[in-house]
T-cell receptor, first 111, second 112 residues
């Protein structure tokens, strides 16, 4: 089983739609998670952190469900510029500081 | 005012050659990383340095050797290149071993 699993998509949605991605993680001891965004042929960029209490940043909301070991990202009012691959990340601290990336979910927003 | 820069951006070379990729960050971070993104877009950590000390060394062939001359630089040297080394290599940095990492633009390596 992969350490972080995501539906690769693509998710094709019209502008203005609400779309949600989930990802599951295998390490029950993991504490910190992130969503990164990667545009085509570009570097990954941090989108937002994921907290147990949830985290909202404008149109983006991230949630963590520890009992079920999954993380979600909700994007409201999708824009064309949201088209990208969204990477779910398990952060392993404890002195090692490893980011364990999922393979990513591709989102395509069309007019 | 680029935060994390890498050179070269593209690298095409033949099997058996030795090549280096350079990375520099001007963010004042104390931790730097090398990641490999293969053809399936899977991003995986290779090495991590904290204050010039190697702290992560994943299962990577010893043909790959990182070198950190100072906190702002982390280079990657690859000996005897193989076809399977073709990938995009990303450098990244962070402060205090945090999960917020800043990535360079990547080096697209093609081995023929």
């Amino acid at each position: 089983r992969k350490e972080v699993e995501q539906d690769p998509g693509p998710f094709n949605v019209p502008e203005g739609a609400t779309v949600a991605f989930n990802c599951t993680y295998s390490n029950s001891a993991s504490q910190s998670f992130f969503w990164y965004r990667q545009d085509c042929r570009k570097e990954p960029k941090l989108l937002m952190s994921v907290y147990s209490s949830g985290n909202e940043d404008g149109r983006f909301t991230a949630q963590l469900n520890r009992a079920s070991q999954y993380i979600s990202l909700l994007i409201r009012d999708s824009k064309l510029s949201d088209s990208a691959t969204y990477l779910c990340v398990d952060f392993r601290g404890g002195g090692y500081n490893k980011l364990i990336f999922g393979a990513g979910t591709r989102l395509a927003v069309h007019p | 005012d680029t935060a994390v820069s890498q050179t070269p951006k593209y690298l095409v070379t033949q099997m058996g050659n030795d090549k280096s990729i350079k990375c520099e960050q001007n963010l004042g971070h104390d931790t730097m990383y090398w990641y490999k993104q293969d053809s399936k877009k899977f991003l995986k950590i290779m090495f991590s340095y904290n204050n010039k000390e190697l702290i992560i060394n994943e299962t990577v062939p010893n043909r790959f050797s990182p070198k950190s001359p100072d906190k702002a630089h982390l280079n990657l040297h690859i000996n005897s290149l193989e076809l399977g080394d073709s990938a995009v290599y990303f450098c990244a940095s962070s402060q205090n071993r945090a999960g917020e990492q800043y990535f360079g633009p990547g080096t697209r390596l093609t081995v023929t």
